[in-house]
């Protein structure tokens, strides 16, 4: 009975935490959500544009500082490392990586920018063109999970992070392949099933699990 309720009480405070923090990123990208949301919504080519150069401009500023304190807080969990509460680790991970992820979300929010509207203006000209941007889409998107993961690992200038992101990404095809995986299944359940995953695990767990690749990869090159 006592080993039945100790598995109950972890899985709780397991949920709780995956919870906790997905409500925070929310809560801290609520411009984001609300520019998102209406692009989803929107109903011409003009109200498209606009709410996608709200996304563009807002990613810098809201979804990379409240990603980055996301993956921080993910760290320390696979690292068991105990600090103080869950809100107060998060709003601290916030303000000590807010610069040097607003700075990388330039960069890299722009490459998304360019890559997008590459892929709009030339996807009709050559089908093989667009499933070349496709698979620089989703390189794009591991090397921007693997940039919050050494980020919240590792302290060192914006170049460094930017550079490693790249190197491991490219480097690792086992690392690159699982958070790809992890991260397109959990996108599409999150799309298609119900809204709870989306609000209480989606991106927390997306974390969780790119992290725990990229601290697998950290763990055998130190062996």
Do not use: C
């Amino acid at each position: 009975m006592n080993n039945i309720m100790g598995g109950l009480y972890t899985v709780s405070e397991w949920v709780m935490r995956f919870a906790v923090i997905n409500l925070l990123w929310l809560l801290f990208n609520l411009p984001i959500v609300f520019s998102t949301g209406n692009l989803l919504l929107a109903g011409g080519q003009g109200e498209m544009i606009l709410f996608a150069t709200m996304t563009a401009v807002f990613a810098p500023f809201v979804f990379f500082p409240a990603t980055a304190a996301m993956f921080a807080s993910a760290r320390d969990w696979i690292i068991e490392y105990e600090g103080p509460s869950i809100f107060v680790s998060y709003v601290n991970y916030y303000k000590q990586n807010y610069k040097k992820s607003l700075l990388g979300g330039f960069i890299i929010t722009g490459l998304w920018v360019i890559l997008i509207v590459d892929f709009i203006f030339l996807k009709d000209f050559s089908m093989i063109l667009a499933f070349v941007f496709i698979v620089f889409g989703l390189i794009l998107y591991v090397i921007t999970m693997n940039f919050f993961s050494v980020n919240a690992h590792y302290d060192m200038k914006l170049r460094g992070l930017l550079k490693n992101a790249f190197f491991i990404t490219v480097g690792s095809p086992v690392l690159l392949f699982a958070v790809l995986f992890s991260g397109i299944v959990l996108l599409y359940a999150s799309i298609k099933g119900p809204l709870f995953l989306l609000l209480f695990f989606s991106g927390s767990l997306i974390a969780f699990l790119s992290f725990s690749a990229f601290y697998r990869l950290y763990l055998r090159l130190l062996s």
